[in-house]
């Protein structure tokens, strides 16, 4: 394959941050931000704020107002998706896929399991869509378990039969989230929640999606580690290139290449997308990193939930704080340096700590 690109490590980074939305030129709002990212992963941790909070205010500032995603939810400009909130206007790049479930072609054992689970509690899935069509939206504990065949798991979910049955009611189209009650979700019928778009071609749509994938991670792979939900390689996407230092080939989004960068300070939720695939972080910003929540505490090194420190094109430490919403606090317990920093990264640290603490509502406590 011929190389149409040799990049630098310090262009490598610059486009994948640019792509992402960090460089020093803010979006304009909610929506573009989501439309860029193609998503806002939704995840319970709230250690500091909730995920897709955090990953907006990191991309807006404190112009970000928690309640513009949840009104975005309710009026259906954003939709929620296995755990991801994405624009509604893309569901059509799913749609095709749904309609396939469990795949096309020969299936693997696994996709067999599941279809076979599904098809012996198909009076389960019927009730469901019963009650939703005269009762809905519901939240899943409405939903009686008649699940003739229990589904069985090493993880949580073991036994979880209606939970279960609804998330595959989701990739097969038939269900969606409408709406959140509290932690509670609710669901309805697809048809009440999705917008009637016409269904996007599977591999058209794959094609897109890839396409899009890749303008919001700017560099990326074209195999690379699979995810349940989001992958984290493009496939044949954007132009192939090689990255200096690091080994095998990478795709780059044409439109990135060589426009000029100015960076700034961003503190980063530990699912941020910058840095959500551990491998090309290393490789590209030669940054260590783990979320450590999981950990025992006397075997953290950065802290319980660590947000990764970007000033520029450089990934430089790690900020460790908690924010009790019981006394009004952002407690800060450490800022890590990675390297040793100057006064104007110091500074515009110090900046962004200050607007995580104002948009949080908090007092700022520092360490002692």
């Known amino acids: 394959m011929t190389v149409h690109h040799e990049l630098s490590r310090t262009e490598a980074r610059r486009i994948a941050v640019r ?166 979700r609710l669901w309805d019928l697809a048809t009440r929640v999705y917008p009637d778009d016409p269904a996007v071609p599977v591999d058209e749509a794959l094609r897109i999606r890839n396409e899009r994938r890749l303008r919001a991670l700017g560099i990326a792979r074209t195999r690379g580690p699979e995810y349940p939900v989001e992958p984290a390689d493009v496939g044949d996407a954007g132009e192939p290139a090689v990255v200096e230092g690091v080994k095998g080939t990478w795709r780059v989004d044409p439109a990135q290449l060589g426009r000029p960068f100015s960076g700034r300070a961003a503190l980063l939720s530990p699912f941020d997308r910058l840095i959500h695939e551990r491998k090309r972080t290393v490789e590209l910003f030669e940054y260590d990193y783990q979320l450590e929540m999981y950990k025992p505490a006397t075997k953290r090194r950065w802290g319980y939930f660590a947000l990764p420190i970007l000033y520029g094109d450089r990934l430089v430490g790690k900020f460790d704080a908690t924010a009790d919403r019981k006394t009004g606090v952002l407690q800060v317990h450490a800022i890590h340096q990675d390297v040793p920093f100057t006064k104007a990264v110091t500074a515009a640290v110090d900046r962004e700590i200050k607007d995580l603490a104002h948009w949080l509502e908090l007092d700022l406590t520092l360490p002692h």
């Open 19 to 184: 792509a992402q939305l960090l460089d020093s030129s803010r979006p304009a709002g909610l929506l573009d931000v989501v439309r860029r990212l193609t998503l806002l992963q939704i995840d319970p941790t709230a250690a500091i704020a909730p995920n897709a909070d955090l990953v907006a205010w990191s991309r807006l500032g404190s112009s970000y107002s928690r309640a513009d995603l949840n009104a975005a939810l309710e009026n259906r400009t954003l939709i929620e998706l296995r755990a991801m909130i994405r624009p509604s206007e893309d569901l059509a790049l799913y749609r095709a896929k749904m309609a396939e479930w469990p795949g096309r072609g020969e299936l693997t054992p696994w996709q067999e399991q599941r279809r076979d689970w599904v098809r012996a509690n198909d009076a389960c899935r019927v009730d469901i869509l019963d009650r939703l069509g005269s009762s809905g939206p519901l939240p899943s504990r409405d939903f009686p378990d008649t699940c003739k065949v229990p589904w069985k798991s090493t993880g949580w979910t073991n036994n979880r039969n209606v939970t279960q049955l609804l998330e595959f009611m989701v990739v097969r189209g038939e269900v969606a989230i409408a709406g959140r009650r509290g932690r509670d």
